[in-house]
């Protein structure tokens, strides 16, 4: 999808077709299948299987994308790719700083970068399939459930001018917003209760105070919130040379951008981000995978005991054997893609999917997105404000009815050139939202009441076969959750 930044959450397709809502590579090859299939048709043979394995989609996926998906799902299940045991769990010897990691995540490393003023060495990530650099931050939030549609539209004009000064920084273009409501573990409060007990407070005081911390604790929640930026490899080459090249090089390449966002970030009301270091990295994996773990992690910082070591930042075990739901530590996520296309939202028009429904339950959603380069913006947007001009302008002339859909898709087009226009920004996004339980509950019901919220509002796509990669574009602040290029149809 993409969206012009200045001119509100107006949602489009990544790629209108050529013709027919075919591309051109698409439509080439449909009718080079078609010519050999019409000559067989005269002679009574019927093949428009080809064709419609090409272009029919499925549950929002052709079938050729199905059959590869579900290719590659068997061969990796025969195989045991899809069963994960971490090497501290076999019994094997992991350097305190080699992070352990299943999946897609093994394409990431996470060295130690130069220090950044006041945060300290932060921990970079390294994309080496994409080949990109970026850098995650603990964000504080006061959300938005209790302000007005007016203060949501300005939080969504302080978005664009993110989007905008990022674009300008020329370094960093894409960035990614984490939000997961977990279970509250309540080791704070236990920690503020035992220090602060008095030792005259009655028997019957103390065990209604304990019996109350229980009913309300089991029902807590807590909201985290994380930003990952990134920037490619070529855009920091030059500037890291200068910096002295290797790790350092990029780190010094890529801090300037990371503190120009403390500005726009304060105009949304976000205090100054955290960026990690290398022990807020692995905190921030591992209470992605086990939810569990985060009362642990905090004892740690209570008692003045130095973080998580990045080798214990994965999973102990892991499994993406079953295409519908990913195991991961004895607990089970379901993931969704959200498809927005065509509606104008408000700022926080996702704040209801993190509404967890049951105690225990958490929820996780990611946006994703990547700021196009002022360049190619424009191209984008003059290609598709002439094609969906061109398209009603023909359908008005051979007397087909224009419908309202197209109206309003000419519209949005010329919107959206007129903001890229103006100096706008043009985002691709994406939104992967997820449900994590406990493995020994009923996880399709939770799957269940997930969509159930979804569908309210927007169009859900359960990604089945691919949940384990899902997963990680949801909940693991790592920058994952958009293709470097569309390749498949």
Known sequence: MSAGAGAGANFRRERLGWAFGLSAAQLAVCTTAVAPLLGAMSVGQYRTALVGLATVPIRDRVAVVWLTHWVRHTVGTATGWSQWQSRAAAGRVVPPDDPDLPGVLTRFTLPDGPILAE??????????????????????FAGVGLISATECAALGQGMGQLAVSLNASRRVNRFSFYLRTVPDDGARYADYRHTHRGADIPELVKTSAEQMARMTGSAAVLTEAFLHVSAKESTLAARARDGGGGVAGRGYALYPALTGLSEPLA????????????????????????????????????????????????????????????????????????????????????????????????????????????????????????????????????????????????ASAERQEQAVAAGHSLLRAAVVVSTTVPADWTVNEHADALENDIVSRFVPVRLDLVQDAAFVAAAIPVGLGLQKVRGEW
């Open 119 to 140: 945060h300290g060495r932060i921990c970079l990530t390294h994309d080496t399939v994409e080949d990109r650099w970026g850098a995650a931050a603990k964000l504080s």
């Open 267 to 410: 105009a949304m009301g976000v205090d100054p981000p955290a960026w990690l270091t290398g022990e807020g990295m692995a905190e921030a994996i591992r209470t992605g995978f086990c939810p569990a773990a985060s009362a642990a992690v905090t004892r740690r910082h209570l008692t003045g005991r130095p973080g998580l070591p990045k080798a214990v930042a994965g999973p102990t075990r892991a499994s993406g054997a079953n295409g519908r739901i990913y195991y991961h530590d004895g607990y089970a996520t379901v993931s969704f893609t959200v498809m927005m296309s065509g509606l104008n939202l408000p700022f926080g028009a996702l704040a209801p999917l993190l509404s967890v429904r049951t105690a225990g339950e958490r929820r996780c959603v990611a946006v994703h997105f990547e700021v196009i380069e002022s360049k190619e913006a424009r191209r984008i947007a003059s290609r598709e404000r002439q094609h969906t001009t061109g398209m009603r302008s023909i359908k008005a002339s051979k007397g087909f009815g224009v419908k309202a859909a197209d109206s309003r898709a000419q």
